[in-house]
Every structure is written in structure tokens, then in C-alpha cells.
């Protein structure tokens, strides 16, 4: 079920008018506290900080003038309360929500779809493992499967234990499966951006 803008705005404030039609009609409670719990609601079923975001950031600002399909999209925005984590940093998952910001509709998700998440260990080094994370709908019994957005994530492992020894905890005798092409690729990507930001760096 894919909604035009307009019939999302009536999906997203339904709910707060509900709140509100309740309170006030029912409960005498008065109007402007009314609205004000409303609005409040609203925080408990939509995403509120994300809608601010786009009519602060996305629509208040001008678009980036693009002259070449090449030419890179710029948009501005800010870390707020709700991006950082219990360290006070951007929080992982905030930086693929950002690219949401710039790109279109491409094989997406859409209010109502359901999908399964499935997650599992491709393998570990000496440093890190390495998890990968699969959006997916339809049945794989049924031929229906189809798998929206493959994110890779790696995670390093701090302190004095490698993630063989964590792993050896876990499961004895257990060892990192191979690393496939797909896997080893994405890790030669990643060095290769690490060294074109730190182009000094020793290698």
C-alpha cells in the first residue's frame, strides 16, 4: 500500500485528531490543552522528529542547483537530542537514516508492508566481525522472496579479547567461516576509503 503525501498526512494526524476529538468532546477537557496532549500523542505512534526535520532542513532550504546527473546533492542539517546515543555521539543507525534524506523511492518499504529482518555473523578477523543485516519480504517457499536492502555492518571489537577467543567462549573449537568475495570486497573498500581520508597514514 504506497500513499500519496496527502493521504499520509490524513494517516499520520488521524490519530492526534482522535486524541484530541476524545479529550475534548468527551472529557471536557479544555481546547488548547487538548491540542496540546494531541500533538504529545503524536510522538507515540510517528516518528514527529523526522517530519520536523524535513520541513526544517529539506523544505525550508533552497535545493542544491544541480547541472549534471554527475553533481553531488547537498543538503544541511544538525545533530539533535534524539540522533546521539548514551555516549553522546551520532548514533550508527542515524547515518543511514540521513541517506534516506537524499535519495528516491527505490525497491522501499511502505507503511503497512511487512518484512523480516534477518541477521547473521558472515565471519570475524583479528579485529572485528562482520554482521550482515537483510531487509526482506515474500516466503522463500513460495518463490516470493525478495530482499529489499543487504546493509553490512563491522563491528570492532575493543579491549583485550579477539573476537576469536569471544567466539570461543560462545562455542569451543569453532572457526571464522571464509570470507567471500562480496565480504572481502566490501572490507577492501572500506581500507581503501580509510586511506584516501588518511592519505598519510603508514600503511
Known amino acids: 500500500m504506497?500513499?500519496?503525501?496527502?493521504?499520509?498526512?490524513?494517516?499520520?494526524?488521524?490519530?492526534?485528531?482522535a486524541v484530541f476529538c476524545l479529550l475534548?468532546?468527551?472529557?471536557?477537557?479544555p481546547a488548547v490543552l487538548s491540542a496540546f496532549i494531541a500533538f504529545l500523542s503524536a510522538f507515540v505512534w510517528a516518528d514527529v522528529w523526522y517530519f520536523v526535520h524535513i520541513i526544517g532542513t529539506v523544505v525550508a532550504s533552497p535545493p542544491t542547483c544541480l547541472?549534471?546527473?554527475?553533481?553531488?546533492?547537498?543538503?544541511p542539517a544538525i545533530v539533535g537530542l534524539n540522533d546521539i546515543d548514551r555516549n553522546g555521539h551520532f548514533n550508527n543507525a542515524r547515518y543511514l537514516r540521513a541517506c534516506n534524506y537524499g535519495r528516491r523511492a527505490f525497491w522501499t518499504l511502505t507503511l503497512g508492508q511487512s518484512y523480516t529482518l534477518r541477521t547473521r555473523i558472515r565471519t570475524w578477523d583479528n579485529q572485528a566481525f562482520y554482521i550482515e543485516h537483510q531487509f526482506m519480504t515474500g516466503a522463500e517457499a513460495a518463490g516470493s522472496l525478495f530482499v529489499h536492502a543487504v546493509v553490512l555492518v563491522k563491528n570492532n571489537v575493543m579491549g583485550s579479547k579477539r573476537?576469536?577467543?569471544l567466539m570461543e567462549m560462545r562455542q569451543p573449537g569453532i572457526v571464522a567461516p571464509p570470507v567471500d568475495p562480496d565480504v572481502q570486497s566490501w572490507i577492501d573498500s572500506n581500507a581503501a576509503s580509510s586511506l584516501m581520508l588518511r592519505p598519510n597514514k603508514n600503511t
Open 163 to 165: 573476537p576469536q577467543m
Open 67 to 75: 547541472q549534471s546527473v554527475l553533481d553531488s546533492h547537498e543538503y
Open 24 to 29: 475534548y468532546a468527551a472529557l471536557d477537557v
Open 2 to 17: 504506497k500513499l500519496r503525501p496527502a493521504g499520509l498526512a490524513v494517516v499520520l494526524v488521524s490519530p492526534s485528531v
